[in-house]
Nanobody, 127 residues
Framework: QVQLVESGGGLVQAGASLRLSCVAS????????LGWFRRAPGKGREFVGS????????YYADTVKGRFTISRDNAKNSVYLEMNSLKAEDTAVYYC????????????????????WGLGTQVTVSS
């Protein structure tokens, strides 16, 4: 069992930056690749980015590539999402998620692969 707790959301203006954090706790949390997903009002949950256990491999949705950066600190059992040049369409609840990976150098982009989920943190970008 892995517990995930997100923080760092808020209300910002378009063009601003935010940094989301997620702390993982529980059994063997370092054995999990970690990801970020989001759900905008009236839409389904979508992939944002993910990172392998060793932090070497990262994956991004096309809509955030070049603006968002995912990173992790295994000593702190944490994953981060640095969001720059925010747009109104980035407004959503952002969720941290974990998927067990035998390989330390891969992750997933598929929502169905992720087993553990946080409760989410709201990000609102005003235009």
């Amino acid at each position: 069992q892995v517990q995930l707790v997100e923080s760092g959301g808020g209300l910002v203006q378009a063009g601003a930056s935010l940094r989301l954090s997620c702390v993982a706790s529980g059994r063997a949390s370092s054995m999990y690749a970690l990801g970020w997903f989001r759900r905008a009002p009236g839409k389904g949950r979508e992939f944002v980015g993910s990172i392998s256990r060793n932090g070497v491999a990262t994956y991004y949705a096309d809509t955030v590539k070049g603006r968002f950066t995912i990173s992790r600190d295994n000593a702190k059992n944490s994953v981060y999402l640095e969001m720059n040049s925010l747009k109104a369409e980035d407004t959503a609840v952002y969720y941290c998620a974990a998927v067990w990976k035998a390989s330390g150098i891969s992750s997933s982009t598929r929502e169905g692969d992720f087993v553990y989920w946080g409760l989410g943190t709201q990000v609102t970008v005003s235009s």
